[in-house]
């Protein structure tokens, strides 16, 4: 790769290493990737950062332009609105003609509760 140029493309709250790497040999100086920072930020308008760096056949790299979306961070956010409607209660199955008869199976169980002996007061 002889005088390449490595693409980093951030999102809000992305680091450059973060971001997405795409690799071009057809821009070649500071005019055509300002250019194409422009036309990368009008197809997608949520980019952040957008930075250029040329690496030559050694394996070095340098930045050449870097370019910030100021209108990134003023992007609505979309927000999950919660509901405060509790969960519905799902309704207990209906006992069979043989579990009501016998008083046995599934369902809520009733008993009797026992009421309180009233004790006479001594005098």
Do not use: W
Request: glycine content about 6%; proline content about 6%; charged content about 35%.
């Amino acid at each position: 790769m002889s005088d390449a140029v490595e693409i980093y493309v951030c999102m809000p709250g992305q680091s450059l290493k973060e971001g997405k790497v795409e690799y071009s040999q057809t821009i070649y100086d500071k005019f055509a990737a300002e250019q194409d920072a422009q036309k990368r930020v009008k197809i997608n308008p949520k980019i952040h950062k957008i930075a250029y760096y040329k690496i030559n056949a050694e394996g070095d790299f340098r930045i050449f332009y870097s370019f910030t979306n100021p209108d990134a961070t003023n992007q609505p956010r979309t927000v999950i609105q919660q509901h405060d409607k509790k969960p519905k209660k799902k309704k207990p199955r209906k006992r069979s003609f043989l579990e009501r008869l016998f008083g046995v199976g599934g369902g809520k169980k009733t008993t009797l509760k026992k009421k309180p002996v009233k004790t006479a007061k001594k005098k």
